[in-house]
């Protein structure tokens, strides 16, 4: 091995030796990209089909801590750009890789994060084929910055959008809400827990693929990031022009996730999520869609929350407890940050 440093240094950016010694020993031996030119040359069958699209997604990744309890941000970066591609209605194929990292990051770390995101991107069946790094001085990043750019191809017939939504069709989610927001705060060490909570941070390439066997005529799904299940029922139903009502007994959340958001003064319905979407599907397939989730592990508990209605557009409204409604509003400001 000619990677002998511990820590990351300015030369590890300088394009010589050490910048390539970095780049072979911690990252093209695991990724083992097609080459080594300045680009990656893609083919697929998928291409070849009569009305195929591609689909383009990026995203950056600045979490903080960059390990916590279910992943780190090498899964997270993967996971992430998987399930931007996939909800809509893409098979994600490829993926590139961009790190900033600060002077001083341990060497180990970075291995870490690598063969994390090497495993979860051939658990979702796709291939990080280029990617590039830069070196910054120490103080100017927290450590690691990860930016990834996916591929995929949106097969013929497949026409997935929010205005698609109609009164009648049914909401459902694939598992239990707020994790990812309530891990990061713990892992933060901002208070103490008696459970751990881990992150639901998962690519959901498969179960879309399944859902989408089960229920071709679904109108959108959204992945629940940042903003978090209320923010995207709120984009929904304004593209659509409709209103969306869900049920507050149905929502699946922990005890410890609410435990949380009642100490700290947060709604569940906007904490972040990286392994949750939902999706809306026509009434009539609601139940093979329910079914297909729960056939794959990132939807075993996936349930029906709500749906369209016919209503002031863009309006969504949760039914609560007590037989009541209370609107849902877009999330204000942001309730932590570097959550993703």
Known sequence: MALRDERVTLAHGGGGKAMRDLIEEVFTCVFAPPGMEDQA?????ALCEPGARLAFTTDGFVVHPLEFPGGDIGKIAVCGTVNDLAVGGARPLWLSASFIIEEGT?????????????????????????GDTKVVGRGSADKVFVTTS???????????????VRPGDVAIVNGVLGDHGAAIMA???DMALSAEIPSDCAGLGHLMEAVLAAAPNARVARDATRGGLASALNEIAEAAGCAIEIEETALPIRTEVKGVCEILGLDPLYLANEGRLVVFVPADEAEAALAAMKSVPEGAGAVVIGRALEGTPGRVTMRTLFGGARIVDMLVGEQLPRIC
């Open 106 to 130: 341990e060497i180990a770390l970075l291995r870490r994060i690598v063969a994390s995101m090497q495993a979860e991107a051939e658990k979702a069946g796709v291939r990080i084929v280029t």
């Open 187 to 189: 892992a933060r060490g």
């Open 150 to 164: 996916g591929v995929g191809v949106i097969p013929p017939g497949r026409d997935m959008a929010a205005g698609k």
């Open 41 to 45: 040359r893609l083919t697929s069958d």
